[in-house]
């Protein structure tokens, strides 16, 4: 019995590892930054999507190819945008200025965004289903995470166009939910998967130890297991004969 209830306890153990983080009214990303064929797939997204207008300027496309297993030539022949070199860090190719004159705000780097948000990940994933269309806004698209937000939905082409629902009247007006009006090329699951990708992608770049650190972990804590499972051997060895 006390075995049993020591080898539960242990189990009990194993998903305070897992990151719990989520705020209020965010949605759960899942991210896994042990899993490098998500931030693989978030890093070309990111790429593809957000570095023309932001900036990841803490980070060098080097770094991106040893901790992601990239191969640097296919980083250089993907990634890169520009004619930016494997060394350089990685930097949009808008002046600020110019972001401000087209946006009405420059868009910031993201370096750190996914430790500046309370929620961490799941803030980023929230925000980025959370576009609607909004024909009084001067881009067209409001966001009900970010209300009145100057980005425009990037990923429009990939989710397809959501509208909202509202509830209540007058100044008390607001955004209950997003409905989707017309879908996009992914399925809702395949769009959460992008979403959450990129995420993880954030996640990391915000803390690229971060990864190292999960993977050690895990291994500290079934050293810790291991160790206490002697302990209780031992415990008995002692006790055997007291009896
Ligand atoms: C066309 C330019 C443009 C593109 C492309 C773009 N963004 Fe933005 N983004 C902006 C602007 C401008 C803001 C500032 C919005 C504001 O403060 O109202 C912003 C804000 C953000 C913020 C909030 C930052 C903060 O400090 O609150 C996040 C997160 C973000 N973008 C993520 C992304 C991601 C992820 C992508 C790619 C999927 C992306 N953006 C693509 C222009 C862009």
Same mark, same amino acid.
């Given at each position: 019995?006390?075995?049993?209830?020591?080898?539960?306890?242990?189990?009990?153990?194993?998903?305070?590892?897992?990151?719990?983080?989520?705020?209020?009214?965010?949605q759960?990303s899942?991210?896994?930054?042990?899993?490098?064929?998500?931030?693989?797939?978030g890093?070309?997204l990111f790429?593809?999507y957000c570095?023309?207008?932001?900036?990841?300027?803490?980070?060098?496309?080097?770094?991106?190819?040893?901790?992601?297993?990239?191969?640097?030539?296919?980083? &250089?022949?993907?990634?890169?945008?520009?004619?930016?070199?494997?060394?350089?860090?990685?930097?949009?190719?808008?002046?600020?200025?110019?972001?401000?004159?087209?946006?009405?705000?420059?868009?910031?780097?993201?370096?750190?965004?996914?430790?500046?948000?309370?929620?961490?990940a799941d803030w980023v994933y929230t925000y980025l289903k959370s576009f609607?269309?909004?024909?009084?806004?001067?881009?067209?698209?409001?966001n009900k995470l970010f209300?009145?937000v100057?980005m425009?939905n990037v990923l429009w082409?990939l989710q397809?166009?959501q509208?909202?629902?509202?509830?209540?009247?007058?100044? &008390?007006?607001?955004?209950?939910?997003?409905?989707?009006?017309?879908?996009?090329?992914?399925?809702?699951?395949?769009f959460d998967k992008a979403a959450r990708d990129i995420s993880?992608?954030l996640?990391?770049?915000?803390?690229?130890?971060?990864?190292?650190?999960?993977?050690?972990?895990?291994?500290?804590?079934?050293?810790?297991?291991?160790?206490?499972?002697?302990?209780?051997?031992?415990?008995?060895?002692?006790?055997?004969?007291?009896?």
């Open positions: 019995m006390t075995k049993l209830r020591i080898f539960a306890l242990l189990l009990a153990l194993v998903p305070a590892l897992g990151s719990a983080s989520s705020g209020g009214d965010l759960v899942g991210t896994d930054l042990s899993d490098k064929a998500s931030l693989q797939s890093a070309g790429m593809n570095s023309g207008c932001h900036s990841l300027a803490m980070v060098r496309y080097s770094r991106l190819a040893e901790d992601l297993d990239l191969d640097p030539a296919l980083v &250089e022949q993907y990634l890169i945008r520009g004619d930016a070199k494997i060394g350089e860090n990685i930097v949009t190719g808008i002046p600020a200025a110019q972001g401000e004159a087209w946006f009405g705000k420059a868009a910031p780097d993201l370096s750190l965004i996914a430790r500046a948000k309370a929620g961490g609607y269309v909004d024909e009084s806004r001067p881009i067209g698209w409001n209300p009145n100057s425009p082409e397809g166009i509208r909202p629902v509202y509830e209540g009247h007058g100044s &008390e007006q607001h955004v209950a939910r997003l409905e989707l009006a017309s879908p996009g090329r992914l399925d809702g699951r395949e993880a992608f996640e990391y770049v915000a803390e690229p130890a971060g990864i190292k650190r999960t993977s050690t972990g895990v291994w500290v804590v079934l050293f810790l297991a291991f160790f206490t499972f002697l302990a209780y051997l031992l415990k008995l060895e002692y006790w055997r004969d007291v009896h």
